[in-house]
């Protein structure tokens, strides 16, 4: 017996499987990927006695059919990995449906035991379920009575697993018994896959007969692919003959017995209350989920869900940008210069290059932070099922999901977040369509822009430019759905909406912290290497010189540099929309690292402010400890700002209320000092007249600029975020489309306003 | 000859059925099945999402939400 073994996990979603996992594994587990796939994939260790014993979550499903990504996982992982044993988590409280992916664990004839899950509940809800009939009813398989958030059951389910993986004769696994036509059928078709060695080798062949009669797409295409053709020949043969004796089809005969069996066992073990009561549950539904107030909650929420991820997280993600350009700089430069190597191209590679790429990922955390700290709350406590139920309807429209709204809302604060949102869909289509669409909704790095332009341009008439762009968005967003829906998802069959409205929980400190730790951590391994490369490639661009002094490497104008003549080449591309000059296009391009970049560097190369001051000049008698000081003071009033941030959310729904004003609260009286940028904004109406002619033309322009800037390939973490989440070739698609429709759109905007006599 | 199916989406809230059988074929289908909607269950009409659509159902002890297109697939039982 080796001292070592693998275990699954496997359960339908919302019944706390991964509570279990996390009571059994505790802080030993490791999140990764499926291989090649999207999915999430959970591994974990624990220790029972001499054995470490290795335990890996299954993604939570209903069934085990070829129809969904995450049940051709599990169940592949169980024919092929073979575990020694499979966990099946099953909620007490809905036992019936849970027990149907038990009866489909036992045809595959691995050893099973149940851990029969938040049994408190049950009990609350009048159900009576007697674990050890259960026991008796599923043919011996051991059922455990659990309780994972609190770690109730948790020793007796390793005891269990312990006596079940050591046991000298492992016990025969309960057969469901399909009656008649069905049983013969099966067997007629065992017998002939045991002829076939190499079927019988890979897959347990009554298992394989029943899913070749069900006309499961997965095992049937492999079979058809692995030259089996008369095993499937009888298995059609077969399917007919049983279509014909009984007038329906063996995949619902098959469905019908296993219920069937549950039946029998739920009978005997389970007692139900004879009046149904009004729990709890129901009481917060009523309202949540009313046809008058439903809305306008979901609404409210996803208000409150925005405000998190767009405004409080504001002062941790300033406090980390000044930490990482002030201090952390200083002491890197004077690191370098102890070296003797400032002033080089190294030093400007560790400063402008590393750090500040490493700073761009670091200021991500808090906005992620409080956006999976919502999310986790939403989904653990049930209502993002009701968010779904309440927003179908609309989000369809656009060939979308119910929960497809949540992470749109997100999409206006940030759209990295919004990308890692779309997690909350199951569907991987419906996944990648609305991370597809997330970053139309314009985020609030774009504001600057349009407010800096508005202003400009429109005087006090900006807000009008500002209000178009978001209707823009949306409506690309629309138009986008539409098209992808009507034309790239033509032939696919329609997706089951069908969805399970879990009983509302109070979701756990515990589980809400390992989901938000999980997802980070997850985050800085895989952005941080495309946001570096990214910002060490532009760091490059602009340091290498190509016009004028060529020995001067580090240390060029921008407009002399790779990165400028590249702006001068993909400048004229921009002519049909009126804004060819090379300092747009730059602006342009450094939009890319973040759309926060795209005013600064208009500031740069139009005002020739040096926007950059360089650090380290200060004359500190003790710059270590001022530093250190600075960096707990900052963090000191970034918390202060976090709640107070929190606290003005009241404010801010409130003031929505046309005739209302509640005053925001200013803890630390810093009035919002307004950026002195006239002198870019009368630079701008200037460059734009230039370029494209006339004031009008130029007006005309900068709109199309806007525009531009709008829609085009969103900034690189969003495009890392992308990568991570659906791999590279959907970032590619996103990149070329967003580039594509935003230079289109702009085009449009411009001759279209020629054409009207606009300019 | 063609008769009318009763189909779930006809129930208003409060009403219950029994299931006849599923139309149609393929991941919907399938995914009613696996949901515990198979022939002989009784489905309760609990509530209408406030846009007409989807709506929420009642059965095996735990509640469902349906498209009014998936519900259509389902027969139900004359009473």
Request: charged content about 20%; proline content about 4%.
């Given at each position: 017996m080796p001292l070592s073994f693998t275990i699954a996990?496997?359960?339908?979603p919302n019944v706390g499987k991964s509570t279990i996992f996390n009571a059994l594994t505790g802080t030993r587990q490791h999140v990764g990927n499926w291989p090649g796939k999207t999915v999430e994939k959970k591994e974990g260790t624990t220790r029972i006695n001499d054995y470490e014993i290795v335990v890996v979550d299954l993604p939570g499903t209903y069934s085990l059919t070829a129809y969904s990504l995450e049940e051709v996982i599990a169940r592949d992982f169980i024919v092929n990995e073979k575990p020694s044993m499979v966990v099946a988590v099953v909620d007490a409280s809905n036992p019936e449906r849970n027990l149907y992916l038990v009866a489909q664990l036992l045809e595959l004839e691995v050893p099973v035991i149940v851990a029969l899950n938040m049994s408190d509940v049950?009990?609350?809800?009048?159900?009576k379920i007697d674990a050890q009939e259960l026991s008796k009813r599923l043919g011996g398989i051991p059922v455990v009575e659990t309780i994972g958030n609190r770690s109730v059951g948790i020793d007796k389910l390793k005891r269990a697993i312990f006596e079940l993986a050591t046991r000298e004769h492992p016990g025969i696994v309960p057969q469901i018994a399909y009656g008649d036509p069905l049983e013969a059928e099966i067997d007629a078709l065992?017998?002939?896959i045991e002829q076939d060695e190499l079927l019988s080798q890979t897959y347990h062949p009554r298992w394989l007969a029943i899913k070749l009669l069900e006309e499961d797409e997965d095992v049937t295409g492999r079979l058809a692919a692995g030259d089996h053709e008369t095993v499937l020949l009888t298995a059609r043969q077969a399917a007919q003959r049983i279509l014909d004796c009984t007038g329906e089809d063996a995949e619902t005969l098959i469905a019908n017995r296993r219920y069937m069996f549950i039946g029998d066992v739920v009978s005997g073990a389970v007692v139900r209350p004879t009046t149904a009561v009004e729990t709890r549950s129901d009481k917060i539904d009523k309202v949540v989920t009313h046809r008058v107030w439903g809305v306008p909650i979901f609404l409210l929420l996803m208000w409150i869900l925005f405000q998190f991820t767009a405004n409080v997280s504001t002062p941790l993600l300033d406090w980390i940008g000044g930490v990482v350009n002030g201090p952390i700089t200083r002491w890197a430069l004077a690191i370098l210069d102890t070296l003797g190597v400032e002033g080089t191209w190294l030093a400007a590679l560790v400063v402008d290059g590393i750090i500040a790429g490493v700073g761009g990922v670091l200021i991500f955390v808090p906005v992620l932070l409080f956006l999976y700290l919502a999310v986790a709350v939403l989904e653990d406590s049930g209502y993002m099922a009701r968010a779904a139920f309440v927003m179908d309807r609309v989000m369809r429209l656009m060939g979308l999901h119910g929960k497809s709204f949540m992470p749109m809302m997100v999409g206006f604060g940030c759209t990295v977040p919004a990308v890692y949102a779309t997690r909350a869909l199951e569907n991987e289509d419906d996944r990648k369509l609305t991370a597809f669409l997330t970053t139309f909704m314009s985020c609030g790095a774009r504001l600057p822009v349009y407010v800096v332009f508005g202003a400009a341009f429109f005087g006090d008439k900006a807000g009008n430019l500002t209000f178009a762009m978001y209707v823009l968005g949306i409506a690309t967003a629309l138009f986008t759905g539409f098209v992808i829906k009507r034309i790239v998802y033509r032939n696919k069959p329609p997706q089951p909406f069908v969805l399970e409205l879990p009983p509302y929980r109070l979701p756990t400190p515990t589980s809400v912290w390992l989901q938000v730790w999980e997802n980070i951590s997850e985050f800085l391994q895989k952005a941080t290497t495309v946001i570096l490369a990214c910002s060490i490639v532009i760091w490059l661009l602009l340091a290498l010189p190509i016009n004028g002094d060529a020995d001067s490497f580090n240390n060029v104008q921008p407009q002399d540099s790779v990165f400028g003549s590249l702006a001068g080449t993909i400048a004229p591309v921009f002519g049909p929309a009126g804004f060819d000059s090379w300092r747009t296009t730059g602006a342009l391009i450094s939009g890319f690292i973040a759309k926060e970049v795209v005013v600064g560097t208009m500031n740069q190369v139009y005002v020739g402010e040096a926007a950059s001051s360089t650090p380290g000049e200060a004359d500190k008698t003790n710059p270590f400890r001022d530093d250190v000081g600075e960096i707990v003071t900052g963090f000191g009033d970034a918390v202060i700002l976090t709640a107070q941030e929190i606290v003005n959310i009241v404010p801010r729904t409130v003031n929505i209320i046309p005739g209302v004003h509640i005053p925001e609260a200013d803890w630390l009286n810093q009035?919002?000092?307004?950026?002195?940028?006239?002198?870019?904004e009368g630079a701008l109406v200037a460059a734009f007249e230039r370029t494209a002619g006339s004031p009008d033309k130029g007006r005309l322009a900068a709109v199309a600029f806007n525009v531009f800037v709008l829609l085009y390939v969103p900034?690189?973490?969003?495009?890392?975020?992308?990568r991570q989440e659906f791999g590279t070739r959907w970032m590619a698609y996103q990149i070329v489309y967003t580039a594509g429709i935003a230079w289109l759109a702009a085009v449009?905007?411009?001759?279209?306003g020629l054409l009207l006599g606009l300019g | 000859m063609i008769i009318a199916q009763t189909t779930l989406d006809q129930l208003t809230p409060g009403q219950r059925a029994r299931v006849k059988r599923i139309a149609g074929k393929g991941a919907v289908r399938r995914r009613l099945m696996d949901m515990g909607v198979i022939r002989g269950v009784e489905i309760?009409?609990?509530?209408?999402?406030?846009?007409?659509?989807?709506?929420?159902?009642?059965?095996?002890?735990?509640h469902l939400s349906l498209r009014r297109s998936e519900a259509q697939m389902i027969e139900i039982e004359d009473r």
């Open positions: 996990l496997a359960g339908n049950a009990h609350s809800r009048g159900l065992q017998a002939e009035q919002e000092e307004k950026v002195g940028s006239s002198r870019l900034c690189m973490t969003a495009v890392a975020a992308m449009i905007v411009y001759q279209g | 309760e009409v609990v509530k209408v999402a406030p846009m007409g659509d989807p709506i929420e159902y009642l059965l095996r002890g735990y």
